[in-house]
């Protein structure tokens, strides 16, 4: 969950907007109040004034700021929401953002605002610099979806376009650097090059900011021309621009910018951008721009939720208070996210809109009007059971992701193309690195070891946890088991070593076993054997390929086994 810093006299000061004088707020009766937008302190610097607060809440990007914490606890104070004409409104704009043909295939939207009459303080600069930078990372996916410019208005001519270049035919003086570079060079050699420049790769022409000049503003999604891309403190005129591969992210991310700057006395003014090709809205785009529209709730709803009668008028109250714009029926509200919010998916999340503006302390607790006692499941109490023997066998237990790569759980295992490498896949992953869901417990135990190659040996690993194994037959197509798998590693680790390992589980959980030969891509040819309980195969023990050793860069044997408990629990 995303975790801000603030100062408490930059939050006064916004608390209070433009109407009234700042005044002192005391950090319990900030905690409070940070209830509204799932907040807590986890920090005070009473010399500096900076607050640590961590909000449980992603669906937000609004909140990320201090901007925003004030504006949500001020909305509630006042009981009304501050109008932002330029987002209400249907923005007019005399100033031109042009976008090249070929940005489509790239990196194809981008929009724009300025803002005047803020001069840029100390507070202000640190808040818009974290907002960046979280708003792009966590919002933007790494900048891959989106990524946001700062600039000095004053040094540009307007239009500015949006172009698509070679790498080697455009140059600047990028931020944090003192020599003009190429955009190749960039990639090579800046911080940010290196860190983003994948989002990039394969394309032979990149995206570019310049305006009417030729004066380059920045290399989306990159980095900024420092001439023009660095924003100081005292600066008062600003063009603000994101960039992106998703349109109502990109025209999001800009609405929360522009608003946070009219929050500090900006005055925001619209930028229509051309593009050349058709977008959802439109060729011709102004921003910022509202792209809510109503959404109609039955009031009956929201109060099975809650489990009390509120009527229409209350839940109207309280969600106007919390920032919406909502008109009442008979049994229904009409409601409508203000512009800088799009999380509105479900009515759940206006019930718990709802909940959160009248507090939590309104809804009065139900005693269950059944008594029942708990415990744990079979499978539980068997995985239980099966940690304290392997505890007691010597064994350490680990607990890891079930997420993971398919280099990690396929490749490195010899699994490609076979039967034993079919696993769950993640769609639209973030990274490769947690592209799909594990399908055995060896690789995760392979993971520690290979990061465990300086303690002195031998090493006796296990876990027991979850796996997901594919299945047309099942509903969701795969099934989730619970799985026990250990590894033993030493110089004179071998075959005989863990299946006495597995002699000592099977007796004390009194079950009987088997083995069956088998062959296993990951294992020795003749050194695997099937575990068989009752005429069903239930998991898999063997001597580790020497090529998967050389794979995970393991310099000592392993010998390794793994348990169904799923289905170990279905045998009495």
Partial sequence: MPTISIFKDDFEVLLAGSERHASSVSLAQLEEWLMLVKGELKGHNA?????????????????????????????KLQGKHKPYTFLEQKPRSTQQLVVVPGLERVRPYVAACTARGYRVTEEGLAQLIQTQEKLADIFGRKRRTV???????????????????????????????????????????HPKGLEHGHILEGQDRVPLLRDAKGQALSFPPIINSREIGEVRVGDEDLFVEVTGTD??????????????????GATIEPIETRYPYKTTLGKSVATPQSLNKPRTIIVKTIEQALGQELGARKVKQALEVYGYNVSVGKKNVKATLPPYRQD?????????????????????????????????????????????????????????????????????????????????????????TFSCLRQWMLPSLLRVEAASSRAFYPHRLFEAGEVAIPDASHELGSRTETILGAVLSHAAAHFSEIHSCVDVLFYYLG???????????????????????????????GEVHPEVLERWQIAVPVVAFEVNLTQLAEFK
């Fill in 47 to 75: 010399e500096t004034g900076e607050l640590r607060i961590e909000l449980q809440d992603s669906n937000r990007p609004d909140l990320w700021c201090c901007e925003g914490i004030a504006r949500q606890i001020r909305i």
């Fill in 147 to 189: 990524s946001i410019g700062l600039y000095q208005l004053a040094k540009i001519q307007f239009p500015v376009t949006y172009d698509l270049v070679k790498p080697d035919q455009a140059r600047f003086t990028p931020l944090g650097m003192e020599t003009v570079m190429t955009l190749s060079e960039i990639l090579m050699v």
């Fill in 247 to 264: 349109q109502p992210m990109v025209v999001l991310t800009l609405n929360i910018l522009a608003t946070n700057l009219a929050d500090r």
């Fill in 344 to 432: 509105l998916l479900h009515a759940m999340d206006v019930v718990e809109d709802v909940a959160i503006s009248r507090g939590y302390h309104e809804f009065l607790p139900v005693m269950p009007a059944q008594f029942t006692v708990g415990g744990l499941s079979r499978i539980e109490q068997l995985s239980d059971r099966a940690r304290e023997l392997m505890v007691g066998l010597g064994f350490q237990e680990i607990i890891s992701n079930i997420l993971g790569s398919q280099g990690k759980y396929r490749t490195a295992m010899r699994l490609d193309g076979t039967g034993w490498g079919r696993m769950v896949e993640v769609d639209n992953a973030m990274a490769l």
């Fill in 511 to 541: 079950k009987e076993y088997s083995l069956e030969s088998v062959q296993h891509p990951s294992f020795l040819e003749g050194r695997a054997g099937r575990i068989v309980v009752a005429g069903t195969p239930l998991g898999i023990i």
